[in-house]
C-alpha cells in the first residue's frame, strides 16, 4: 500500500511542482525590479496606466504592478505595508495617512474633473448648466434617482462634500431616490444606465465608459468638481520591506517633467483626461 | 506585458467577442493560460493534500471521528469571498505569514484555490473510498490480503472515481472569482484570470469582451464536465 | 480441522453457544437450520475472519500443517475489474504466479472460460457466485467454506454452482457449507450439522439425519415448520 500510495502522491507532486515551474518561468522578469501601487478603480479604468507605465518601465526597467481598488481600501493597502505606493484622489484621507505615519510625502500629480451624468429625461432640468450644486438641489428636490458608490472613494467623497455644500446629506437620511450601491464607478455607470438615474463620475472613467445608453453630461465645469491626484511612498520606517527606491524612482518620474508628459499625453477619443500638476519643487 | 488591444479597440458588436477569441488574440490567451495555471495548481496542491486525507478519514475511526466528517461536508459550501478574505489576512504584510511577501502574486492565488477546494475533495474521497471498503474489506482478508495491500486495491479500483473528484475540484476552482480577487489584486498582465477580467470588463461596461471571456469559461467549465462524464462512461463499461 | 467448544459473544447476545464439531478431510459438511441460527458465524469462525469469544479452532491435520482455506460469501463482492483479473488477483493474493494459463483454467474450470474480459460487476448473479468460486479455487485449498451458495440463484444456475462443487468433491477438496435448500443438503452432504439460536443440536451422517432426525426442532425443520 505504502508503495502504491506513495506513487501517486509523487505523481502527483511532480505535476504541482511541474505547474509551479512553469509559473515561476514568470519569476526572472519579476526578479527584474518591480513595485506595487495601490490607485484606484477609476483610474484603473480609465486606461491612464496603459498608457504612462509602460513608458516607465522602458525608461527605468521597473515594472509596476497596479492593484486597483477603492481609495479606502487603497490608503488600507498602504496602511499595511501590502503597496509601495500610493496614488488616489481624497487629499483630506492621504494628508491623514501621512500624518498618521505611513506615508512619507504626499505630492500633488494632476488632476481631472467629475462630471454630473444624467438621464435623457432629466427629471431634475440640470442639463446644460455649470452649477453642480444648484443641480444636486434640484436633484433632491424633484427626487431624482440619484446612485452613489457608497464605498469610501475618492468619487464618494468628493460626492458628499458637494451635497453638504448644497446643504443635504442624503447619505444620512437614506431616501428612497439616492441609492448607494458600495461599487466602483463602472458598476455605477452601469446602475444609473440601467436605473435612468444621475450619477457623480469622473470624466475619465465616464470617457472611456462603454455602456453609455442614454447617459449624457449634465453638469460640467464647476471649480468644485475638480478632482486632485496625489502619491505617496509608503514610510518604509513603517515597513521595512519596502521597496522605497524603485519606488521613490517612479515617484520622482511621475512629478517630473517626462511623467507629467506622459499624462498630459494620454487622450481618449481626442480628449485629454488627465491635468498634470505636480508643483517643481517636488 | 504588450498593451492589451482590446483595451483600446472594443470590439463593437456580440460578434466581436467570438472573433477574439477565434483570432487567438494574445492578451486573451495569456489571461486564459494564467487561469489554468493557477487552478491546476491549485488542483494538484489541493489532491496531495485532500486524496491522503481523504483515504485516512475514510478508513480510521477514532473518537471525533463523525464529528470531523460533518465539519468537512460543511466546508465544502466555503464562499470562495471568505477564503479570499482569511488568506488575504493571513498574506497580508501586516498578518502572520506576511514575511513570505505573497500578496498579490499568483502563488497566492493557488493558495486560495487549493484551501477552498480540498474540503471537496476530501469530502468526495471519503464517501467513495468508504462505500467501497464496506464491500471490499471483508472479501479481501477472506483471500488473506494484508490490509495495506486491501486499500492499495481499493484505490487502484477507485482510480476513475478519484479522478472525476479532481476534475469536480478543478471545476469549483476555475469558476471563482471572490478568492483570487481578494488575493491576487487583479494587476494586469500578472494576477488577472478570466473569471476576474470578467468582473472588470463587465464594471467597465466592455460587456462585449465580458461576454468573449465568459464563453470561453463556459467552455472550459462544459469541457472539464464532458471529461468526467466520459471517464465514469468508460469506466463503467470496462470496469463495472 | 476441529471446532472445539466455540462461543461467541457479540453486542450482548450469544450468536454461538459452545459449539464443537469435526470437520474431517473429504468429508462433505452441511450445515442447516433457520435464519439466525448462527451458521454464517460458526463458518467465518472456522475460516478464521472471526475470533471466537472462548473455544478455539484446532487445524493440525493427521499429516501435520494446516489446510490452505477459501471463503465464499453469500453475496461475493466482485472487485472492480474484469473477470479473469479477479481471478488472477486471488492468485497473487495466494501467492501464486498468476499465469494467464492458469487464469484461463480457472475460468473454464467455473464454466466462465469466454467471460474473462466482461467486467466483473455487470455479470450476472449465478455468474458472480462461479466467479467467486475461481477465486476461491485460485488459492489450492484443501478446504473451502461456502455461506449459502445459490441461495438467491435460479434453477439452472444453482445447478451449474452444484456441479462445480461436486468436482471440487471429486478433486479432493473438504466441501464445508450452509444452505437452506434441503435438497441440496440432500444432494450434496455427507455430513449434516443441525443449528438454531446459535446452538449445534444435532451433527452425524446425512442419511441418518434426514431418515431419522434425532431432536423435536430437527424433525420440525425437515416437516417444513418455522422453528423458533
Known sequence: ?282 | MPHPVFRKDPPVSGAGALELIVRGDPALLAIVRLSLLVTVSATALASLIGLPAGALLALARFPGRTALVVAINGLMGLPPVVVGLAVFLLLSRSGPLGSLGLLFTPTAMVLAQALLITPIIVALTRQTIEALWEEYSEELSAMGVSRGSAVATLLWDLRFPLVTILLAGFGRAAAEVGAVIMVGGNIDGFTRVMTTSIALETSKGNLDLAIGLGLVLIGLVLAVNALAWGVRQWAGAHAG | MRLEDITLRAGGSLVLDDVSLPLARGVTTVLLGPNGAGKTTLLKVAMGLVAPTSGRVDEATACGGAPRKAFVFQRPVMLRRSAAANVAFALRAASRPAATGEVDALLARVGLGSLGSRPARLMSGGEQQRLALARALARAPGIIFLDEPTASLDPAATKAVEEIIKSMIADGVTVVMSTHDLGQARRLADRTAFMARGRLLETGPAGAFFSAPATREARSFLAGDIVL
Do not use: C
Open chain 1, 1 to 282: 500500500m505504502r508503495s502504491t500510495i506513495a506513487s501517486a502522491v509523487l505523481a502527483l507532486a511532480l505535476i504541482a511542482g511541474g505547474a509551479a515551474a512553469t509559473s515561476a518561468q514568470k519569476k526572472p522578469e519579476a526578479a527584474a525590479q518591480s513595485i506595487v501601487v495601490a490607485s484606484t478603480t477609476s483610474t484603473q479604468d480609465s486606461g491612464l496606466f496603459g498608457h504612462i507605465l509602460p513608458l516607465f518601465k522602458a525608461k527605468t526597467g521597473i515594472d509596476v504592478k497596479v492593484v486597483a481598488q477603492g481609495t479606502g481600501q487603497a490608503l488600507d493597502t498602504g496602511r499595511r505595508g501590502d503597496a509601495d505606493v500610493v496614488l488616489v484622489h481624497a487629499k483630506a484621507q492621504e494628508e491623514a495617512f501621512v500624518a498618521n505615519g505611513f506615508g512619507v510625502k504626499r505630492q500633488d500629480v494632476m488632476y481631472n474633473d467629475f462630471v454630473l451624468i444624467g438621464p435623457a429625461a432629466d427629471p431634475a432640468k440640470a442639463k446644460g448648466g455649470n452649477d453642480i450644486v444648484a443641480a444636486l438641489k434640484a436633484v433632491a428636490t424633484t427626487k431624482s434617482p440619484f446612485v452613489s458608490r457608497g464605498d469610501k472613494s475618492g468619487t464618494h467623497s468628493a460626492e458628499l462634500q458637494l451635497w453638504q455644500v448644497a446643504g443635504l446629506e442624503p447619505q444620512k437620511a437614506k431616501p428612497i431616490w439616492y441609492r448607494e450601491i458600495g461599487q466602483g464607478m463602472g458598476a455605477a455607470l452601469n446602475t444609473a444606465a440601467a436605473m435612468g438615474a444621475y450619477v457623480l463620475a469622473d470624466r475619465g472613467t465616464w470617457i472611456s465608459f462603454k455602456g453609455k445608453d442614454s447617459l449624457a453630461i449634465a453638469v460640467e465645469g464647476d471649480k468644485r468638481l475638480f478632482n486632485q491626484y496625489g502619491v505617496i511612498l509608503v514610510d518604509p520606517a513603517k515597513h521595512p520591506h519596502v521597496r522605497k527606491d524603485a519606488g521613490q524612482a517612479f515617484i520622482d518620474w511621475l512629478v517630473g517633467a517626462e511623467g507629467q508628459a506622459a499624462i498630459r499625453s494620454y487622450k481618449i477619443n481626442g480628449q485629454q483626461l488627465f491635468f498634470p500638476n505636480a508643483s517643481p519643487s517636488g
